[in-house]
């Protein structure tokens, strides 16, 4: 049987007949391996140099899980202001401080003056602002952001 499989991830897809013509990329098992994969209810099946590798479904399950919650984390934003507000004034940032580490970087200069949302994700200036307030967080900021992320209208 041909088994198509994720070029990217090598997760193991869908059995087709040999007879029939599937695209690439697909891997070439018996009936028998395919039945003996598929029985594997706690593994999930991958492709690694042309051989099935079984991992445990738990454990994959746990880092997809874990990649959408840092890519949701990444996603939260908010205002400029709501940034100075709640990021840097708690913290004793003035916005004359806040300016001047802004404007002593090219790149958060852009950053900042080329946005209207601060996103969670901009590591550049996150990173920047965690290594200006050393007792603040990533997991602060993360709260910060997740409790004034601005909401879509």
């Not at 990217?8 to 690439?24: F, H, I, Q, S, W």
């Not at 590798?53 to 454990?59: I, M, R, S, T």
Request: net charge negative; proline share 3%.
């Amino acid at each position: 049987m041909k088994v198509r499989y994720n070029s990217e991830t090598g997760r193991l897809g869908k059995a087709y007949p040999d007879t029939m013509l599937v695209p690439n990329p697909y891997i070439v098992l018996t009936t028998q391996e395919v039945n003996n994969i598929a029985n594997q209810t706690d593994k999930i099946a991958y492709v690694i140099n042309n051989e099935v590798v079984l991992k445990d479904k738990a454990e994959i399950e746990a880092q997809e899980l874990a990649i959408k919650e840092a890519k949701r984390i990444a996603m939260l934003h908010m205002t400029k202001l709501d940034f100075f507000t709640y990021v840097c004034k708690p913290y004793g940032i003035t916005y004359s401080q806040l300016e001047t580490i802004v404007s002593g970087n090219e790149d958060l200069k852009a950053a900042w003056n080329l946005c209207n949302h601060v996103y969670r994700g901009n590591e550049q200036l996150n990173n920047y602002i965690l290594t200006v307030i050393p007792s603040l967080t990533t997991e602060q900021l993360n709260q910060i952001f997740e409790e004034h992320c601005a909401k879509e209208e």
